[in-house]
């Protein structure tokens, strides 16, 4: 893949996204609770021909290939990183199926094009207002009946510290380089009900994205062995790397991959 292909292009790499620096060693699976909680979630969303599928912040497309696998009516991602969202290009055939560079917050789509709406960690990293915004889109593309899963970092116990709350945010960011600011449960789930819809299923999983034996599970024995022999040549990379594991190793008493479905009314 060329410079111009991979994503987090024109940063330098001590200020450039997590998620985009694990994309250039090779990583394709960007998500806390892995393919496992992806699977899950799409389980959970059934996605099938009868379906028009709105995918926000598909990254690398790893998910978009799972949904398209299920022979979707439609399928529109929406990508605000033009390298990435060429590469979900590459998975889409023909006029049903397109990669939008844009916002989730503001896709342009029409109201109630949709069957299913659903983004897996892209909403962590956003504002609490990003977030409502994001969410609020959501509503307004689903029909009513439609949809909406969510895959990302929730904060546990629900009684944790606002002291806590603060600390791992800035730790998490600092070490990502990208906003961090996951929610309690009962916060993601407030957060959906506020725009009509009601939750109708919900997991957690061990925030494990950069364990061994994770990697190898999201990206196969092959993918694993390239993405560490990648870690190893490249120094600057790899200092990030585990800055990142470290940081999530610190808090991971708070820390849970988290997903959660919800169905318009
Ligand atoms: C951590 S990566 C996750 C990628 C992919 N969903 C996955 O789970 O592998 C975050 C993704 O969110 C995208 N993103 C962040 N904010 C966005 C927004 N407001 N609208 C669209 N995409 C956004 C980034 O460009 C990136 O592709």
């Given amino acids: 893949?060329?410079?111009?292909?991979?994503?987090?292009?024109?940063?330098?790499?001590?200020?450039?996204?997590?998620?985009?620096?694990?994309?250039?060693?090779?990583?394709?699976?960007?998500?806390?609770?892995?393919?496992?909680?992806?699977?899950?979630?799409?389980?959970?969303?059934?996605?099938?021909?009868?379906?028009?599928v709105v995918e926000f912040a598909p990254g690398m497309g790893a998910t978009a290939r799972m949904t398209l696998s299920t022979q979707p009516a439609s399928y529109t991602a929406v990508e605000r990183d033009e390298a990435a969202g060429r590469q979900v290009q590459r998975y889409l055939h023909g006029a049903?199926?397109?990669?939008?560079?844009?916002?989730?917050?503001?896709?342009?789509?029409?109201?109630?094009?949709a069957s299913v709406v659903y983004g897996e960690a892209m909403l962590t990293m956003q504002t609490k207002e990003q977030k409502r915004r994001i969410v609020a889109e959501a509503a307004r593309l689903l029909k009513s009946g439609g949809r909406y899963g969510m895959h990302e970092i929730c904060l546990v116990p629900d009684d944790i510290s606002a002291e806590d709350v603060a600390g791992i945010s800035k730790d998490l960011a600092q070490a990502i380089q990208a906003g961090a600011r996951p929610l309690r449960p009962a916060e993601w789930r407030e957060l959906v009900e506020a725009h009509g819809m009601e939750v109708v299923q919900e997991q957690t999983?061990?925030?494990?994205?950069?364990?061994?034996?994770?990697?190898?599970?999201?990206?196969?024995?092959?993918?694993?062995?390239?993405?560490?022999?990648?870690?190893?040549?490249?120094?600057?990379?790899?200092?990030?790397?585990?800055?990142?594991?470290?940081?999530?190793?610190?808090?991971?008493?708070?820390?849970?991959?988290?997903?959660?479905?919800?169905?318009?009314?």
């Fill in 1 to 52: 893949m060329s410079e111009s292909d991979l994503p987090g292009g024109g940063v330098d790499l001590a200020h450039m996204p997590g998620h985009w620096v694990l994309a250039r060693l090779g990583k394709r699976v960007l998500r806390p609770g892995g393919i496992k909680m992806t699977r899950q979630l799409l389980e959970a969303l059934q996605t099938g021909p009868a379906d028009d």
């Fill in 96 to 113: 049903n199926q397109r990669c939008i560079v844009g916002t989730a917050e503001a896709t342009g789509l029409e109201s109630a094009c």
């Fill in 205 to 265: 999983r061990a925030f494990a994205l950069l364990q061994p034996v994770r990697v190898v599970q999201d990206e196969g024995v092959l993918g694993a062995l390239r993405f560490g022999l990648n870690v190893l040549r490249d120094r600057p990379a790899r200092q990030r790397v585990l800055a990142m594991r470290r940081a999530i190793g610190r808090h991971a008493r708070h820390l849970m991959a988290y997903m959660l479905v919800a169905v318009k009314r």
